[in-house]
């Protein structure tokens, strides 16, 4: 399912960055499940950063360097809470018969 509920992916601004100073070139970011980065001469770089699954920081929480970091995510929280996101996907999930709501929750 589409976790945006059409909300278009590129006007929310969360994705990694590296501090190339920090890099210590482990190689572990490349493991993200998203293909978010590509691997270069110079260490990782991060190539499709709309790839990157909104609210994820794994490849940040086992960075050997401590060098990748990500946006404020309230901003993130800001964007869920003006469009209704939260609510549209707890709508498809129901639709989809993975969750059960009462009436009156949504
Ligand atoms: S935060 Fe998650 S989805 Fe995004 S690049 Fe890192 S590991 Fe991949
Ligand atoms: S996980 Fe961190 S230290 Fe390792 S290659 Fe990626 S950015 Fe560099």
Known sequence: MAWLTGYPREKIHWFPTID??????CGMCI???KNVYDWTE???R???P???VVGCTTCANLC????ITFPDIKEVREIYRREGIWTKVKNQL???GKLQI???QV
Do not use: I
């Open 20 to 25: 190339p100073d920090k890099c210590a070139k």
């Open 31 to 33: 493991n993200c499940g």
């Open 42 to 44: 110079n260490g990782s």
């Open 46 to 48: 991060v190539a499709r």
């Open 50 to 52: 709309y790839q990157c």
């Open 64 to 67: 050997l360097g401590n060098a």
């Open 94 to 96: 129901a639709e989809e």
């Open 102 to 104: 009462g009436k009156g």
